[in-house]
């Protein structure tokens, strides 16, 4: 698997979100000083990404990072199991189908 584009752009409602990928020791890369595979800028509606990971960690990561892309942007608060289940049944469609619109348009499997 190979990133083959840095940069890929998507929306929520009115703000246009950005996903970069970026090296390894990129200091974006950078919570509290440890590494983090990824990052969301929420000021900035910017995703970064790690490009050196595994097709699987590449998956999660993003999965994980458009996760909290939702959360915030939709204003969602979670603190019950059915408030997650409706999370989940809301958005989750959406969350997938960004993922694999990057994937579709950033990511060559084959190398």
């Given at each position: 698997m190979k990133i083959t584009q840095d940069r890929f752009e998507f929306y929520i409602g009115d703000y246009v979100w950005e996903v970069v990928c970026l090296p390894p020791?990129?200091?974006?890369?950078?919570?509290?000083g440890e590494h983090c595979w990824g990052l969301t800028d929420f000021d900035n509606y910017t995703i970064f990404l790690d490009k050196n990971m595994t097709s699987q960690k590449l998956n999660e990561t993003l999965m994980h990072e458009l996760t909290h892309v939702y959360l915030r942007s939709t204003t969602t608060s979670i603190s019950t199991e059915k408030e997650f289940c409706d999370f989940v049944a809301r958005w989750g469609g959406m969350i997938m189908h960004i993922k694999q619109w990057f994937f579709e348009e950033c990511v060559d499997m084959e190398e």
């Open positions: 020791h990129d200091t974006r890369l950078l919570k509290d």
